[in-house]
């Protein structure tokens, strides 16, 4: 099936209302997400006041903070009224550099210049502040839950999330969701422990899929060969998710796949 190189989107997913966008690289993937970041973000805040973004860890996540980092339309948005949650965190000590939280700071000490209210950034908690992981997600679950707000469509207790970024592995986790894991199979409640992930650290915090799905966008960063046969499987969407836990992942209003060339070749 031919790619679509250039930035129109294509429709190719079964998931009602997701569209698939091919750049040709790594690169140009991650700066084109950040100039939408920049839009969406605009948007949320002349509709609701503020903007809550949930932010992903990983090669092209992280990619995109960097790239929105140096973005001249960064000051487009007033990040005094953005809220920053994770979707996922490597259980490990604070100062560790496999922090998801920590990694995001190459965009959170340039957003500090900008007026960025770190009391509306809320990362997962740390091994040298909460004994367990368990721990620590019942003290993300409460923060979601302190946030809550009458707009989010949904009963659970989370605040209404704008945009939520999701990297995938080549397994098709996303999130700290892998296959055949205990948080691919459950929708209770909001934010999960995760023992024996298949990719270190083996200690996670995840957001539950029952959090993820009441984001009213969802967009998958995706690039490399490696992940190709995965996302072909995913945006199609009808694979279990236990399975396949990127076939589970959608926003209420729009899903968007964000890929790099190669991520796109099997599709
Ligand atoms: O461990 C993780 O992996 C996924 C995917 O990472 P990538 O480097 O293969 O893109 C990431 O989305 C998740 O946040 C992270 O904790």
Redesign the pocket.
Known sequence: MPVNADPTPVSRSRVPGARVVVHPDAATLAAAAAARLVVALQDAQAERGEATLVL??????IGTLKALAGSPALTAVDWSRVNLWW????FVEASSADR?AGQAEVLLSVLDGLGLDRGRVHPMGPSDTFATPEDAAADYARQLAAEAADGADTDLPVPVIDVLL?????DS????LFPDHAGARTLEGTAIAVHDSP?PPPL?VSLTFGAINTARQVWFL?AGQD?APAVAVAVNGQAPRERVPAAGAAGTRATLWLLDASAASLI
Do not use: F, Q
């Open positions: 992903t860890g990983g090669s092209v996540g979707g996922d965190e490597r998801n999701l990297g995938m592995g080549p986790h996303v999130a700290s990719k996670r995706v992940k």
